[in-house]
């Protein structure tokens, strides 16, 4: 059970499944080895960098799409009150 554990974490960080990595995190076996925790530990990690990453990508693009939503709203505004000068 641990080495697929394993296996199937690598598989997932590898492939970036937000998802999976979520339920083989909850479905954890114990770990008896020394190596297999290292290895748990080091994945573990890994999956907190990719995830850390994915929030940063996140937040630049909701910063982008708030920018935007403004500047249309704007631009609107501007072009309502141009017509009606018109």
Partial sequence: MQLKWLEDFKISII?????KIERL???MPE?????????S??????AKK???QEQ???RENMTKIQKS??????SSY???NFSKSC
């Fill in 69 to 74: 939503k403004k500047f249309l709203t704007q």
């Fill in 78 to 80: 501007k072009e309502e």
């Fill in 15 to 19: 492939e970036k499944d937000f998802e």
């Fill in 56 to 58: 940063n990508i996140l």
């Fill in 41 to 46: 530990v080091a994945l573990i990690n890994e």
């Fill in 25 to 27: 995190l909850n479905e």
């Fill in 31 to 39: 770990i008896k080895s020394i190596n297999d925790l290292k290895t």
């Fill in 50 to 52: 990719l995830l850390a």
